[in-house]
């Protein structure tokens, strides 16, 4: 696709949110903490320069977009390529076309995690150069999956999901800018809640939504009466429509979703029901192990130790064995999974205590906690009341460990089950009511 191909006027048999997509910056929607007046890109943009970027989010934020309007900005000539479709041939192709350009290309990858590491290294060279400015896309923690000479060229920059005013006004758009969507029938739209509701914060997928139910609608209502859009036909025709997977997106974010709270809810069925309709629809086992993965420390943590590591070992069994017998380590780690005693107290503990550090800033680490490599800071006191706790009863030397101004502040509640039981046991003998427990 070139540059002038997205800013040429969208025929009216095109998709509503290709029709609507915005051909200026100024027109577009969301992600003000990178676009704004006070957006780290925009202020690139002001110096007249553009670095290589990872755009990571999910669908329909508006990744492809940007990437377009960013290479008009900067004047650029644009090129893009899918990694799911482009081989080093096709990469290479493009970069012998920029090689004669002075100033360079602005090459777009989209799905860039898709790229292997001999197309990621094809590409570093030409970004090390200069012959292109890198814009990547991607649904998948960058990472994981870009080599870290690449990610290390590159600045990374999350998309978020659209608000529900920003979706509201992309309704309203529709409804006052397209005319093949209204064709000639006014346009009443009751309430927004289940268009916002079923898209999820995904701009195509509340436009293509909104368009299958005007037109599904108008087709039944009589000639000079207004298509009146409800929550409850939304919600019908959402599901006639958009109940097949795809783990290029639509579905790809509610399937996993799905997945991630029947394991957390203890539903050995549903999880393998959801882990069934992905593998089926073609999902890379990776991406599954990698949820397990986050889902073993964050929903089971301490109350089953062994989860982690299970959830580790089906990481590296699924990248050894890759599919069709994949299918069966993730069998088995979803049911340990999904039977597991739950807690979320590691995860809820680590973000507690990162949110304290985040609004207060670190504060002073006590002196008898201080490394004292030289004498001067031995001096100083550094290390000086610090007690080993194996010279202690029991391996254990109450002393202070906080800094003294959260001393007593517990970021860590053990779980509701037997194992942090025993932890909040042990954790009361050592250290009495001081933090609670």
């Not at 025929?11 to 100024?26: I, Q, V």
């Not at 997928?205 to 009466?225: S, Y």
């Amino acid at each position: 696709m070139t540059q002038q191909d997205l800013f040429a006027p969208a025929a009216s048999r095109a998709p509503l949110a290709e029709r609507l997509r915005p051909r200026t910056l100024a027109n577009y929607v969301g992600q003000q903490h990178l676009v704004g007046p006070e957006g780290v890109l925009r202020r690139y943009l002001k110096s007249g320069r553009l670095p290589s970027v990872i755009f990571w989010g999910p669908p329909g934020v508006g990744k492809t977009t940007l990437a377009h309007l960013l290479a008009a900005e900067v004047g650029k000539p644009f090129a893009q390529l899918s990694a799911i479709s482009s081989g080093v041939k096709d990469l290479r192709e493009v970069i012998q076309a920029a090689e004669g350009r002075p100033g360079g290309t602005v090459l777009f990858i989209d799905e860039i995690h898709r790229f292997n590491k001999t197309q990621q290294d094809a590409l570093l060279g030409a970004v090390e150069r200069g012959v292109v400015t890198l814009i990547g896309a991607t649904t998948e923690n960058p990472s994981f999956e870009v080599i870290p000479a690449l990610l290390s060229r590159a600045q990374v920059y999350v998309l978020e999901p659209l608000g529900a005013d920003e979706l509201r006004g992309l309704v309203d758009r529709a409804l006052t800018q397209d005319e093949p969507l209204r064709r000639d029938l006014p346009v009443q739209v009751e309430s927004t809640d289940a268009l916002l509701r079923i898209s999820g914060g995904d701009a195509r997928k509340l436009l293509n939504l909104l368009e299958i139910v005007v037109e599904a609608l108008g087709a039944d209502t009589p000639d000079g009466q207004p298509v009146v859009v409800t929550d409850a036909a939304v919600e019908q025709l959402a599901q006639q429509h958009l109940a097949r997977y795809d783990k290029g997106g639509e579905m790809h974010y509610d399937v996993i979703s799905a997945f991630i709270k029947s394991i957390r809810g203890s539903d050995p069925n549903a999880a393998l029901y959801y882990l069934a309709v992905m593998l089926e629809g073609g999902e890379d086992p990776k991406f599954i192990a990698r949820r397990l993965l986050i889902l073993a420390a964050e929903d089971i943590g301490n109350a089953n130790p062994a989860a982690l590591p299970l959830a580790a070992a089906c990481w590296d069994g699924v990248q050894a064995v890759g599919l069709p017998e994949g299918d069966l380590i993730l069998g088995q780690t979803v049911i340990y999974l999904a039977t597991s005693a739950k807690s979320n107290a590691a995860y809820t503990a680590i973000r507690a205590a990162r949110a304290h550090v985040k609004q207060h800033g670190p504060l002073p680490v006590p002196l008898g906690l201080r490394n004292a490599p030289t004498r001067l800071l031995k001096q100083l006191g550094h290390g000086a009341t610090y007690q080993y706790p194996h010279n202690a009863p029991g391996s254990f030397a109450p002393q202070e460990y906080l800094p003294d101004a959260l001393s007593g502040h517990a970021f860590y509640q053990p779980g509701d089950n037997p194992r942090e039981a025993e932890s909040r046991a042990r954790l009361r003998a050592w250290w009495g009511e001081k933090y609670g427990y």
